[in-house]
């Protein structure tokens, strides 16, 4: 957006497929796409306009109070939009991801960026089959031996169907890690007991940590005695991370009832480290006869250990047990800030749910680094007397912080000020905050 350099405003002319036409034209697509009825000059201006009058016809729609629900949703939906149409080559991918969750509100968007032949075109093909748009087994046969990784990735996406198996698996092991992601995505969706065996060797060898983390969970959907025991082989060479989503395959419900709930408090029993965590928060939510033990240590990690560690601990504790809540309330008195406010938010769920509050106010008042988590908290309570104090943060230096505040005052219904960072100078706070919008709204 304005101010914005040539590259900002055009993709890369250097791609395969159709030419691109001018951002101008893009934007009245959007604009058709948006609604029957003439737009706003602050949507207008979003489309086709530059940073510094957005920034200040937002303010001015702001002090007119013009600036509702609906306006700032279909404000959204242009900056999002625009940031997928215009980003460069290099920066559209990236672009399309953050746009994944709120593809449904971007269909139009995202079926015109795949019409083309580049990366981002495949991208923008697999965000809308992700979200259950325009499948097409077709592309299976169409794209299956592309030269393009990124458009190999869409046929493997697509390999769902019974008769895919082969197809499927021989992709979990191709050199592109775009295309095993999409083969292990599809698998999760086949559920084909056929895939385990690839699917634990995925777990083992695959390079890319996510696709390694991706698999254990197909694996753990498909679920049986050989997944659970596969699993548990290759726990003593896993990473943590990789024990973690090894945890999460265990605790999924086809696996958890075939072997995966002895395991689980297997791991709850000989550590206390992050996949013990885990496991221990997949007992207590299960609501059996192990949950008691999966209590006992969330318990434990609540009262003292890593901040990580301590943070799940106290989001996954029931506090209808005494020594549960004794933790909590102690961990309200902690040093670390992310602490204090993440044991006072779950204090907000007990009788002392005014004292809670009234602490998290006087912390998100503060100047301490106290100050945002407590806001954060408080927001996440809705509770509106946060929405002043976050609008402060949307000046901050930090463009996490500018976008995680503007984030919750949406949740909190505040959609004017969250509009504040829809023209922000940083593409990537202003793209994620359109999308939370445009699901915050629906």
Not at 19 to 32: E, I, K, Q, S
Not at 287 to 304: F, H, K, P
Not at 384 to 405: F, I, N, V, Y
Request: aromatic fraction near 2%.
């Amino acid at each position: 957006m304005g101010r914005m350099s040539r590259s900002e405003q055009h993709s890369n002319p250097q791609q395969v497929g159709p030419t691109r036409p001018r951002l101008a034209v893009l934007a009245l697509g959007l604009m058709v796409s948006l609604s029957g009825c003439a737009k706003s000059s602050v949507v207008n201006t979003a489309l086709n306009g530059d940073l510094p009058t957005l920034r200040k016809q937002i303010a001015d729609a702001q002090r007119a109070g013009t600036l509702d629900k609906s306006e700032v949703r279909s404000l959204a939906q242009a900056i999002a939009g625009r940031e997928v149409r215009s980003a460069e080559q290099q920066r559209a991918v990236a672009r399309i991801h953050q746009v994944r969750s709120c593809a449904g509100s971007l269909k139009a968007v995202l079926r015109d960026r795949a019409t083309h032949a580049d990366d981002a075109g495949a991208e923008a093909k697999l965000a809308l089959l992700d979200a259950g748009y325009d499948r097409d087994s077709g592309l299976v046969s169409e794209y299956s031996h592309a030269e393009s990784g990124a458009w190999r990735a869409v046929a493997a996406r697509m390999t769902t169907q019974l008769g895919h198996a082969g197809l499927r698996q021989s992709m979990l092991a191709d050199g592109d890690e775009r295309v095993r992601r999409a083969a292990i995505a599809a698998s999760l969706e086949a559920r084909d007991k056929r895939d385990v065996l690839p699917l634990l060797e995925s777990t083992r060898v695959d390079p890319d940590p996510l696709s390694r983390g991706m698999a254990a969970r197909a694996a753990g959907n498909i679920g049986g005695e050989r997944v659970v025991l596969g699993l548990k082989d290759l726990w003593a060479r896993a990473d943590e991370a990789t024990r973690v989503t090894i945890v999460e395959a265990w605790a999924m419900p086809a696996a958890f009832g075939s072997g995966g709930e002895r395991q689980l408090l297997w791991v709850v029993e000989t550590g206390e480290a992050l996949p013990a965590v885990t496991a221990a928060g997949a007992l207590v939510r299960a609501q059996r006869a192990t949950a008691d033990s999966g209590e006992a240590l969330l318990t434990r990690v609540a009262r003292g250990g890593a901040t990580e560690e301590r943070g799940l601990a106290l989001r996954w504790l029931p506090l209808d047990d005494k020594d549960a809540l004794e933790a909590v309330e102690k961990a309200s008195k902690d040093a670390d800030p992310a602490i204090k406010a993440a044991a006072l938010r779950r204090l907000l769920e007990t009788e002392d749910k005014a004292k809670a509050k009234k602490q998290l106010l006087e912390l998100a008042k503060g100047k301490t680094d106290a100050a945002f988590p407590a806001r954060l908290a408080l927001a996440r309570a809705g509770f509106q007397e946060a929405a002043p104090l976050l609008k402060q943060d949307l000046k901050a230096k930090a463009s996490a912080t500018r976008q995680q505040a503007a984030i919750a005052l949406a949740a909190l219904g505040d959609y004017s000020d969250a509009a504040t960072v829809l023209a922000d100078d940083n593409p990537s706070v202003r793209t994620r905050v359109a999308c939370s919008i445009l699901l915050e709204s629906q």
